[in-house]
């Protein structure tokens, strides 16, 4: 049978956030290769912008970097004015990563070997 496992972004990749102003920039690593096209075709701009929607985006582009099996993500207008101007408790938005990766992603049987277990609490 051919049923896709969905597991969190996590199993499937890594990520590193940076700030500036009111945007945050979310990159998403793949810890393997061949996970990069099914990150590519699931982990869309508009699945992330749903994904952050109780943050409003005013934008959200994704850009491609297929050397790297890499993806930045820059999502605009989430940090609630930035730095000097949120009264939130993280605002240089270095949680945003976490709350990515928290996305889920449909892994098919040949790709699940590829795949990171979930951490242990």
């Given amino acids: 049978m051919n049923e896709a496992t969905t597991v969190p972004l ?13 945007r945050s920039n979310i990159s998403v690593i793949a810890w393997h290769p061949a996970l990069y096209p099914l990150i590519e075709a699931q982990i869309t701009e508009e699945a992330v912008a749903r994904h952050f929607r109780h943050r409003r985006p005013t934008r ?12 930045n993500f820059v999502l605009d207008g ?11 408790l993280d605002s240089h938005g270095k949680a945003l990563a976490f709350w ?6 449909a ?6 070997c590829y795949l990171k277990p979930l951490p242990v609490a």
């Fill in 100 to 105: 990515l990766l928290e996305m889920p992603l």
């Fill in 10 to 22: 996590l199993c499937a990749a890594h990520g590193r956030t940076g700030d500036k102003g009111d």
């Fill in 78 to 88: 989430v940090l609630d004015g930035g730095v000097n101007d949120a009264l939130n």
């Fill in 60 to 71: 959200v582009t994704r850009y491609a970097l297929p050397r790297l099996q890499a993806f």
């Fill in 107 to 112: 892994v098919l049987p040949d790709l699940q």
